[in-house]
T-cell receptor, first 111, second 111 residues
């Protein structure tokens, strides 16, 4: 089956630093999504990408859909304490209504 | 108004019992899902329904039976609960191949 590997698994950064995480797949995806999950909550959609090469921003967040359609990355600029959480990538092949999730990147921000 | 709501938020039960989790979405989406998140935070799809019709069943034991009385509701019934069923179960909805929105999750603990 399809697998999405995220790296790094976890990150400890200082407030104000920029963050970069990525997601790679063994298969091609038609849609890439990035979610954030806070403790005790469900994943919340941050950014959606629909075309290879697409670069999309949402405030301090920027994500790109890789040219090969097998990867995506998420950048967070000038991190703040509320950025703490688990970030998931998710891909959809478009052949079925099914999102495959990545393994997650746990982000900790220290003051 | 909560877009995707599921009840209960917490469920503690003994092995062998039968339990149900309910989910409702008010987004007008055609597709609803059940996901399972294990203790390592891996999110895995269990079922997907499109307009009340089951379209994805990801090798989930027969003890799990989803039911969609209408396209705004998707319930999950679990028979003969086992210790390994302990996890957080998330309901989600989306338009076909679109962005998925998640509920807050139901934390199931089997003792």
């Amino acid at each position: 089956g399809q697998q999405l590997n995220q790296s790094p698994q976890s990150m400890f950064i200082q407030e104000g630093e920029d963050v970069s995480m990525n997601c790679t797949s063994s298969s091609i995806f038609n849609t890439w999504l990035w979610y954030k999950q806070d403790p005790g909550e469900g994943p919340v959609l941050l950014i959606a990408l629909y075309k290879a090469g697409e670069l999309t921003s949402n405030g301090r967040l920027t994500a790109q859909f890789g040219i090969t359609r097998k990867d995506s990355f998420l950048n967070i600029s000038a991190s703040i304490p509320s950025d703490v959480g688990i970030y998931f990538c998710a891909g959809n092949t478009g052949t079925a209504s099914k999102l495959t999730f990545g393994t997650g990147t746990r982000l900790q921000v220290t003051l | 108004d909560t877009a995707v709501s599921q009840t209960p938020k917490y469920l503690v039960t003994q092995m062998g019992n039968d339990k149900s989790i309910k989910c409702e979405q008010n987004l007008g989406h055609d597709t609803m899902y059940w996901y399972k998140q294990d203790s390592k935070k891996f999110l895995k799809i269990m079922f997907s329904y499109n307009n009340k019709e089951l379209i994805i069943n990801e090798t989930v034991p027969n003890r799990f039976s989803p039911k969609s009385p209408d396209k705004a509701h998707l319930n999950l019934h679990i028979n003969s609960l086992e210790l390994g069923d302990s996890a957080v179960y998330f309901c989600a909805s989306s338009q076909p191949r679109g962005r998925a929105f998640f509920g807050q999750g139901t934390r199931l603990t089997v003792v």
